[in-house]
């Protein structure tokens, strides 16, 4: 009889501890690549720059002589839709296959890339590395340029793990380099993602930007502005970012011996994401 009252109280005390455990809601932030799924990922993403340079008549007239168009406004827009095959994992690494369905340019051609089908690999579920083109190469393609190119397109997705409640928020560093003549400016990018809100697996994220400059050779004055804004959507029950938009501009001034240097620049991007089994 004692033995089974001092049961009970256990079975008490367990249960009240329990009960006043306080109850984690926050979001477990985890972006993944898992096995034997296919990612049908849909792209958009498009540009303009304007190049600029404005002195003295004398030399504007130099850079008319020279050929040179005074303002220089360039854009571009590409359209694409890959697959992304995983398979079984081995060891600690998933085999990956890419298939380029479709890519087309401002004009609505299809790209030379249109049609690749690409090997790669995901280490401990993190975004692929793409090893080889397998099929459907192209002479005037440059394999390994080709390959960075499309590294590059899932680098957003390389985002880290985070545990997360509604208001909270994470930053993640990068750093561009743009050359310039003589010298070159580097861009350091501030990327902060906002948790704004969560309604069962899905997540919903603010994104901002902030970019800071700084001249590595300091043999011309310059300055510079810029800034980026977006959203980021999260599915948790497929660990993977199901829409990602972003708008950034920038512009920098640089005084060169005879002109001022502006360089403008504006982009938007779209990325979607659709997971389904294979």
Known sequence: MRNLVIICSLLILFSCTTQNQPKDDRLNFNVKIKPEQIYT????????????????????NKLRSMGVKNPNIMSRSNQTKMLLK????????????????????????????????????????NMPE???????KSPVIDEKLFLKSLQGSFSR???????????????????????????HVEIAVATIYKLKSVEGDVANFE????????????????????????KLIYNAANNMVTLFEMKSRLEINKKLE????????????VQKIEVAKK
Do not use: C, H, W
């Not at 994992?89 to 049609?115: F, H, M």
């Not at 002109?259 to 982009?267: D, E, I």
């Open 41 to 60: 990922v849909t792209t958009n993403n498009s540009y303009s720059t304007e190049v600029r340079y404005e002195g003295k008549e004398k030399a504007m």
């Open 86 to 125: 995983t398979e079984k994992v081995l060891d600690n690494y998933i085999p990956v296959r890419l298939e380029i369905v479709k890519s087309t340019g401002s004009d609505g051609q299809a790209d030379i890339s249109q049609g690749l089908v690409v090997n790669g690999e995901s280490t401990g579920g």
């Open 130 to 136: 793409f090893s080889s083109i397998v099929s459907g």
């Open 157 to 183: 997705l390389n985002l880290p793990e985070k545990r997360l409640k509604p208001g909270e928020e994470f930053t993640v560093e990068s750093t561009i380099t743009i050359p310039m003549e003589k010298s």
């Open 207 to 230: 994104i901002s930007q902030n970019y800071q400059m700084s001249q590595l050779r300091m043999d011309n004055s310059f300055a510079g502005v810029g800034e980026g804004s977006g």
């Open 258 to 269: 005879n002109f001022l240097f502006v360089l403008k620049t504006k982009s938007e991007f």
